[in-house]
Every structure is written in structure tokens, then in C-alpha cells.
């Protein structure tokens, strides 16, 4: 099939049944359980890519954050110590 699976998988089938699905009551019966599967499949992976979407997002989201943190306290040590810290992976925005 050209469209085989994933979020899309639901076409064929519901193609099938638009096709052949008043002609043939096997044609009809293989394309509504085709479509059926397909659908609820094709619902698990739309969910799984927008959880997987928000995970990687979190995970990048706590990673920066962790980041900050941890270089924000070194530059309060040296600041302390009354030296100049100089971030690492920093940009020069404003001069």
C-alpha cells in the first residue's frame, strides 16, 4: 500500500470501503475492520507523538533550567570572591 500505516494508515481502508463497499459484502466487511484497526491505531499514534512532543520539551525545559542553576551559583561564588565570571555557552546580545 502507498499509505501504509502511522496517523494516515485510516485512508486506504476507508478508500476500500467508498470503492468496493456496495458492491461486495467481503470487500464491505475486510474495509470496515481495516478501517476500524487503522483508526484506533492511528488515535494511539497522534497521542503518543504530542506526549512525545511535550516529554522532549519538559526534558529540554528542566535541562536549561538545571543549566542555569548551576552556573548561576558559580557566578554567585566568584562574584563573592570578587572576580568576573564568565558564563560558558553564552551569547553577546548586549554590549
Do not use: D
Amino acid at each position: 500500500m502507498l499509505i501504509g500505516g502511522g496517523v494516515l494508515g485510516w485512508i486506504a481502508p476507508l478508500v476500500a470501503l467508498l470503492a468496493r463497499g456496495n458492491q461486495s459484502p467481503t470487500a464491505r466487511a475486510h474495509a470496515v475492520a481495516a478501517l476500524n484497526f487503522q483508526l484506533v491505531w492511528s488515535v494511539i499514534a497522534l497521542i503518543g507523538w504530542i506526549l512525545t512532543c511535550i516529554l522532549i520539551g519538559l526534558v529540554i525545559g528542566f535541562g536549561a533550567m538545571i543549566v542555569g542553576i548551576i552556573f548561576g551559583i558559580l557566578a554567585g561564588v566568584k562574584a563573592n570572591e570578587g572576580q568576573l565570571y564568565r558564563y560558558p555557552m553564552s551569547a553577546n546580545l548586549i554590549k
